[in-house]
């Protein structure tokens, strides 16, 4: 009997030792991350700056200096709406000073956007838009149809490569684009 009690005396500590040892036993973990999104937002209100040049053809858009290369320095406002992944639509403002040839003007454009996020930082996209030209006191309505590059640089700023075909509403039977405006610009993203 006293062979049989010590068994289970000693049966019974050995369970409540492992048990002991399984609840002490620590395996550690690392805490799951918190979801960030990848690649940059390209929806919401941006602002920024452009510099260029306006290749005007013979005859060119009227205001501008026919037949000559101009100056062109402006700025830009607009706004970005994601509308399906990865199709982005937007609106955007451009006023720009154009100089050089002795004929400095105004180029002020309301473009409409659609473009396509190719990459996490790259947005390509093609644009349309009507506005004026002022040169003089006189203003001439023209078109503009292009397109061009986004590459973000940062979480807030990116820059573009725009080219821009102009034509005006003049009516005669020039070409159907007259000039062209090629730029680069820096924006800074709300």
Known sequence: MFVRSLSFGVA?????????QAADL??????QPVYQANGFSWEGLYAGIEAGGVFNGTP???GLSAG??????????????????????????QGDYVFGSGNDSG?????AHVGVVATD??????????GAVTNSGTSTGVYALGGGVDVAVTDSVSVRGE????????GGSDD???????TVGVFYHF
Request: negative net charge; proline residues 4%.
């Open 26 to 31: 620590m395996i550690p973990t690392t805490p």
């Open 176 to 182: 159907f684009f007259e000039s062209a405006k090629a």
């Open 107 to 111: 180029l002020f454009l309301a473009l």
């Open 163 to 170: 080219i821009l075909g102009l034509g005006d509403f003049d």
């Open 121 to 130: 930082n790259v947005l390509v996209y093609a644009a349309a838009g009507a």
């Open 60 to 62: 060119g858009v009227v």
């Open 68 to 93: 000559n290369t101009q100056g062109v320095i402006g700025g830009i406002v607009g706004v970005n709406f994601i509308v399906a992944d990865p199709i982005v639509l937007g609106l955007e403002v």
């Open 12 to 20: 019974a500590a050995a369970l409540m030792v492992s048990g002991a």
